[in-house]
């Protein structure tokens, strides 16, 4: 098992940032993919950024140079740095971390960002 807590949403003005953490605990081996996603009210969870163990990254179009996903493994640590918030980024942000071995996947409780135009 693995449980992932979320931190560092909160509300912000239309053009600020906010940085998002999620720390990971329990059985975690080296070969795995963390990610955040997120979901807005009435609206499929959708892929936001993922990045691998090997730190190799992969961004929704939407997000594209507004957004950074990095990652301190020591740590177990993914973290989403958002830059020039619009009030289309709001949404609850997930957590997520697949182990690439078992394929078993892990998701946080959710962190809402809420962006004001």
């Known amino acids: 098992q693995v449980q992932l807590v979320e931190s560092g949403g909160g509300l912000v003005q239309a053009g600020g940032s906010l940085r998002l953490s999620c720390a990971a605990s329990g059985r975690i081996f080296s070969n795995n993919v963390m990610g955040w996603y997120r979901q807005a009210p009435g609206k499929r969870r959708e892929l936001v950024a993922i990045?691998?163990?090997?730190?190799?990254?992969n961004y929704a179009d939407s997000v594209k140079g507004r957004f950074t996903i990095s990652r301190d493994n020591a740590k177990n640590t993914v973290y989403l740095q958002m830059s020039s918030l619009k009030p289309e980024d709001t949404a609850v942000y997930y957590c997520?971390?697949?182990?690439?071995?078992?394929?078993?996947?892990?998701w946080g409780q959710g962190t809402q960002v809420t962006v004001s135009s």
């Open positions: 997520k971390h697949q182990d690439m071995g078992t394929m078993m996947s892990y």
């Open positions: 990045i691998t163990s090997g730190g190799s990254t």
